[in-house]
């Protein structure tokens, strides 16, 4: 399993200055120079955070680049629009959109399409149950529809225009 510190034991370097209690009681000299000085080294630069095209290279795989490029340049002509972090947020929700919108449009056309009947072998076959008649309802009792034994286990064979 990867970690993020290498299989090294994370080491807090705030020490006990982490918690607000802790500073509270009380702090020395020293410890107060190397508080300020690591407050200091928190704040990012100006030009900050870089953008390094080779890092993105070599995070992501070809395949991967090529199905985020669509959005990646439609998005990055809104940046001076929305901002890098509001378009940043609409790419990925886009995308999430996008799809979830193929799924249900592929979940969709395979079970219009892919129906389990009598003219193939697979399929997905979606049985309905019957509706429950109970005595005080106006159709009770309800029998079933089916009277003869080829009604059963039909697979539309008998709605076939053939």
């Known amino acids: 399993m990867a970690s993020d510190t290498g299989g090294v034991k994370a080491f807090p370097i705030q020490g006990r200055m982490a918690r607000e ?18 407050l200091k080294d928190q704040e990012l630069s100006p030009n900050e ?13 070809p395949i991967r680049r090529a199905y985020k490029m669509p959005l990646d340049l439609a998005f990055k002509q ?3 629009v929305l901002g890098e972090r509001r378009a940043n947020i609409f790419r990925w929700f886009t995308g999430k959109f996008l799809m979830i919108g193929f799924g249900i449009c592929a979940t969709t056309y395979y079970f219009k399409y892919n129906a389990n009947d009598w003219t193939r072998k ?17 159709d009770y009792p ?18 076939a225009p053939i």
């Open 21 to 38: 209690r802790e500073r509270l009681l009380g702090m020395t000299d020293s410890e107060r120079a190397w508080r300020r000085k690591w």
């Open 49 to 61: 955070p870089r953008h390094v095209p080779e890092y993105y290279k070599e995070r992501y795989n």
């Open 78 to 80: 809104l940046i001076p």
């Open 122 to 138: 697979g399929g997905w076959r979606v049985i309905s149950s019957r509706q429950p008649v109970l005595p005080g309802d106006p």
């Open 142 to 159: 309800k029998l079933s529809e089916r009277t003869k034994p080829e009604d059963y286990a039909a697979r539309g064979f008998k709605e």
